[in-house]
């Protein structure tokens, strides 16, 4: 299947997270907020089955339990086998009881919520990410390769059921795969590479965020994702001025700019002197014109656990900077 082209021009999009409850709610303010690039909302306020861990593993979460005191879920004693069986075959689907935003966003957009879309975007939990905080007692799945790689084509079934279902619009689908553990994972990197693949088969655009710090945009750049996003309000001079970057810009990668922090005092914030940072980092030899077609302006993530009134005034701002830029683009 081939994709249809895609230029986000500017567009504003969420990472995936907002802090409602109600699904349809949610909906309407991606519609308001990201009318060009619309994304279908996760709600972890909602229920803990929303967050993005407990989301991915769906069913399987009977199998598994939270590690006392730390981060992650480990598998329950004597699961082990039921849980790579789920993997290797089980149901790989969002639900109602885990996405309900999903599902609302279907809704609302054959509702004819989304006139002004251009294309649609989705989002997952990526391979590293999950494997590195699901543990077999004290050894995460991401140092088994057997658990790992049944890990990674199961992530793949659940990505090719969510892009069928977003393709049914009949726009360009995006499917951004969230991997903040990308850099404890550098050496399991031919499991994202290989679902970055999957994706592609299916005629998607297939992005990658990382927001972690000290990320390795070279490893980035190795994965041939169409889109890199990533925190640009704490790394953006640092990653303008990685070489492999520049070239993946000058290959036509579109990039996603986190300009916006994940603070809950956003009015504090300088749209001016945030866009002016953007401005100033684009490659000297490109108008802005060329460089505005292949960005996306986001909030940072987190935005699911902050205040809603924060949230709100995060995607204003985000507009603002698209309009700065679009503004910009007509003084050339």
């Known amino acids: 299947m081939n994709q249809q082209p895609f230029f986000p021009n500017g567009a504003v999009t969420g990472v995936g997270s907002l802090p409602l409850t109600d699904s349809r709610a949610a909906v309407q303010f991606v519609a308001e907020y990201s009318p060009e690039l619309p994304f279908w909302p996760q709600l972890p306020q909602r229920s803990s089955q929303e967050m993005q861990l407990e989301q991915a593993v769906g069913e399987a979460l009977s199998l598994i339990e939270p590690r006392d005191g730390t981060y992650g879920y480990r598998i329950k004693a004597g699961k082990r086998t039921a849980l790579l069986r ?8 969002l639900t109602e009881q885990n996405a309900s935003g999903f599902f609302a966003f279907e809704t609302g957009w054959f509702a004819g919520l989304f006139p002004r879309a251009k294309a649609v975007k989705g989002q997952m939990v990526g391979p590293l990410t999950l494997a590195s905080c699901l543990f077999d007692g004290e050894t995460p799945l991401i140092a088994d390769p057997e658990a790992a790689g049944l890990l990674t084509r199961y992530l793949a079934r659940l ?3 969510q892009i069928r279902r977003l393709q049914r619009y009949q726009r360009p689908t995006l499917l951004v795969v969230d991997e903040p553990c990308l850099a404890l994972g550098a050496s ?19 992005g990658v965020h990382c927001c972690a710090q000290l990320v390795d945009y070279a490893l980035l ?20 001025a990685d070489l492999s970057t520049q070239e993946f810009i000058r290959g036509g990668g579109i990039v996603a700019y986190g300009l ?3 603070v809950t005092t956003p009015h504090k914030l300088d749209i001016s002197t945030l866009f002016m940072r953007w401005l100033l980092t684009q490659q000297p030899e490109q108008h802005i014109i060329p460089s505005l077609r292949h960005t996306i302006f ?35």
């Open 86 to 93: 789920f993997l290797a075959g089980g149901p790989a689907t």
């Open 159 to 161: 990505a090719l059921w």
């Open 188 to 206: 399991h990197l031919p499991l994202l590479e290989w679902l970055l693949e999957r994706i592609h088969a299916t005629g998607a655009l297939a």
């Open 221 to 240: 750049t190795r994965l041939h994702a169409d889109l890199i996003s990533f925190d640009a309000y704490r790394d953006l001079e640092t990653f303008a």
């Open 260 to 262: 916006l922090p994940t």
């Open 298 to 332: 986001t909030a940072t993530c987190g935005l699911g656990l902050l205040p809603l009134e924060a949230v709100q005034e995060h995607f204003a701002q985000a507009q603002q900077l698209s309009q700065l830029a679009h503004d910009a683009c007509s003084g050339e």
